[in-house]
Structures are given as C-alpha cells and as structure tokens.
C-alpha cells in the first residue's frame, strides 16, 4: 500500500515561490505515475499536474503552465512541485496522488492529506 506525505506548503506574497514535496513508502515509487491536484475553499478538487513514472512525461493544467515545474526523484521516493509567480487565486490545499499521469481524480488510487499554499495580495 502506497502511503503519501506533503510538505512544503506555507504563506507566501504573490510573485513568490514555493517547493512542495511529496514523500512516498513502499518499494514502488519508481512505477508509479503521480499527480498534483488543489482545491480552493468552496471549490471542487483541480488537477495541476501530472509525471510519469520517469520524468519523460509532464503534464500541466492551462492556469499553471508556466509558472509550475512538477519533477520527481525516484531515488529519494520524492515528487516535487515547484511553484513560482504564485497568485491569490493558487491559494488551495494542495495534494498529491500516486496511480495516474491523467488529469481526473478518480484515475488516482492513493492521496496524501494535504498542504495549504496560501498566497496574500
């Protein structure tokens, strides 16, 4: 069973930047396609971006591309999402997810709890 932990969330001025990661258990990061989704209080849970089981492979949502770099280190079970010239409107619980490169949810079998990224004006 894949367990995932967050980190890295925390208060930044917009225009500024943020690294979050995602910290894997198991012996089978490296085979695991991943994701970052966000939900914004009030709003349903968006995807962000996705990798591929290697790093060949990176996908991004219209409103952060650019600005997003999703990477990941499989010897170190690690993902990242570097985040800079960040918005208000990014402000979100940020999660990241194991089982899918794709852009919907539910193709995703194994979510961590959660960061909050909060930007201010």
């Known amino acids: 069973q894949v367990q995932l932990v967050e980190s890295g969330g925390g208060l930044v001025q917009a225009g500024g930047s943020l690294r979050l990661s995602c910290t894997t258990s198991g012996r089978t990061f490296g085979r695991l396609p991943m994701g970052w989704f966000r939900q914004a209080p009030g709003k349903e849970r968006e995807f962000a971006a996705a990798i591929a089981e290697s790093d060949t492979f990176t996908y991004y949502a219209d409103v952060v591309k650019g600005r997003f770099t999703i990477s990941r280190d499989n010897a170190k079970n690690t993902m990242y999402l570097q985040m800079n010239n960040l918005k208000p409107e990014d402000t979100a619980i940020y999660y990241c997810?194991?089982?899918?490169?794709?852009?919907?949810?539910?193709?995703?079998?194994?979510w961590g709890q959660g960061t909050q990224v909060t930007v201010s004006s």
């Open positions: 997810a194991a089982g899918s490169a794709g852009v919907k949810a539910e193709f995703y079998y194994a």
